[in-house]
């Protein structure tokens, strides 16, 4: 027993010379550092102009060499948001560019390779019920109720057959639209359709419900007549009108007084101008005080001019459909600023354009308004119920950080 214990203090003597050597070994090493380098692409820019200086030449053709059956990199857009990842060798350790908001290329190094592939994410939907009173404009109501404008847009596109959003507002007109919103990681990224929408002007109340009709997608009343009118009640979404149609206008050039029969929008030059109705190009080209002109005929005994243009985009024959681009406004030929002068002729006899009733559309076939009648039903009871609470502003959201 004694020769057992006197081993065991031998041991024992032993044991704190080994733990004091390992309390003073050297911590372990760190994790080896990666590089990150991050940007958006520029104009005029190639890939090889944006990495070139963190990634050799070689290097930057074996990314686009491996990305291109999933994405071809050589189409990469303006402001799109791209990473570079080095590893501690300073070689490409991985690679990554915003396609679009939803999708993300990823290049990685496996081993000795690459290998690409594109990450998808989807939106978060739900519809939501917004609404507002004119003070003073279609956008300022919209932003007062902590909507973004491409929303007023979107509801001057719905009624623009019924409402001249540029003349025909008054203080006190009211919207309430259920629309469609869509989410990124519960933050607000962009709007949908509008499912259902009402405008009142003064007295009369417009409402418009989205449906899958023969055409696919439009907006109907409740009573299934379709909002699309043969004709656009103004060629400008939003402008002002500057002179009327009037037998007797003092002319500020030619300083005599003369019939103007046609309207005078005001609006900055280059705004784009839009055939009010499908029809064929009779003649575009110059005509005197009129300077560069559109004159396009329409069904019924209908045409339309669309003077001083700054730029004509049709030819003589062309086939236009309803909204398609004619030109640009300008102050061509006698003409004081830019604007567009429309006029209307019916039967060869100038018309009020502002006054003029366009023929009633045809209705949803009766085959389809019971099915028509339940999504109209469901589309009105979200119209009718309180409105939401404002989403928060859209945020462009960075590709790669996981939109």
Known sequence: MRRSSAFFAFALLLVPHHFDS??????????????????????RSTLETLLR???????????????????????????RPFAVTLGPDG???????????????IVRKRGEDLTADVQTRTYDSRVELTGGVISSSLFGAVAEAGEQDQLAMDLAAIFEWDVDFNTELQKGDSFRVAV???????????????????????????????????????????????????FLRSPLKFSRISSGFTRA?????????????????????????????????LSAGWSGGYG???????????????????????????????????????????????????????QGEYVNPLKLTPPPPEPLPRALMPDFSEVSGKALVMLDAPATAPSPAPVRLAQGAGR
């Open 180 to 230: 469609k919103k869509l989410y990124l990681e519960g933050r607000f990224a962009a709007y949908g359709p509008i499912q259902a929408a009402e405008f009142v002007r003064g007295d009369h109340v417009y409402r418009a419900v989205r449906y899958d009709g023969p055409n696919g997608p439009e907006y109907f009343t409740p009573e299934g007549m379709p909002v699309r009118k043969p």
């Open 292 to 346: 560069k002109v559109v004159r396009v005929r329409h069904s019924r005994g209908l045409e339309t001019l669309y003077g001083h243009l700054s730029r004509i985009d049709v030819k003589p024959g062309q086939h236009l459909s309803q909204g398609s681009l004619i030109g640009a406004v300008g102050s061509t030929g006698l003409s004081t600023g830019p604007h567009l002068d429309y006029r209307i002729l019916r």
């Open 91 to 105: 070689l490409l350790d991985s690679f990554s560019y915003g396609i679009d908001d939803l999708r993300t290329l």
């Open 53 to 79: 200086d963190s990634l050799s030449r070689e290097a930057i053709h074996a990314v686009v060499t491996t990305a291109r059956p999933v994405y071809d990199l050589a189409r990469i857009s303006v402001g």
């Open 249 to 281: 206008r003092f002319h500020p050039i030619l300083k005599t007084t003369r019939p103007h029969l046609g309207v005078d929008f005001a609006a900055p030059t280059g705004t784009p101008v839009r055939s009010a109705a499908d029809g064929v190009v």
């Open 22 to 43: 390992w309390m003073d070994a050297p911590p372990p090493l760190p994790a080896p550092m990666l590089k990150v380098f991050e940007g958006r692409v520029v104009p």
